[in-house]
């Protein structure tokens, strides 16, 4: 996809930080949780009308980022569908992997398959594995692992 962006054959992405509100420690962020700042989310109300006025602007990708979008997984699921409904084309969003922790308790897979039923909901029908794997081979995961002991 963002070849195609930067070939200005689609639009750029807005990119909505629904919330700075995060649950993870990475050294080399601001918005870590242990920064003593005043936290804030947005108004799903309010994000529809700035996905209605994107869409009236052409816009063609979106992008949910925090803090840890996850925090609020059903609102952000509920704005996936109605962006893909409003017509955007390439809606994506992020996790610091939270939701996977604990995997050891007697919930964990109930846990795990309302979160992949919800998100088949969504139009979103693959991860990026090739980025992640990536991610996982750089500095920056290391960074990330120390942030968040759970992952
Ligand atoms: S998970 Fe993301 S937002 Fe949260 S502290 Fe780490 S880098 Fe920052």
Known sequence: MIGLVLKRAIPGQLVIQYTDMCNARCPQCGMRKTEKFSR???CPDDVKKIIDAAVLRGVKAISFTGGEPFLFFDEIV????YAEKAGIKYIRTGTNGFIFTNHDR???KD????I???LATTGIYTMDQH???RSRSSRKHEGFTRGYSGY
């Open 106 to 108: 007697a919930d964990f």
């Open 116 to 118: 992949a039923e919800k």
């Open 111 to 114: 846990r795990i398959t309302r």
């Open 78 to 81: 509920d704005l996936m569908k």
């Open 131 to 133: 980025r992640l794997s």
């Open 40 to 42: 804030s989310k947005l």
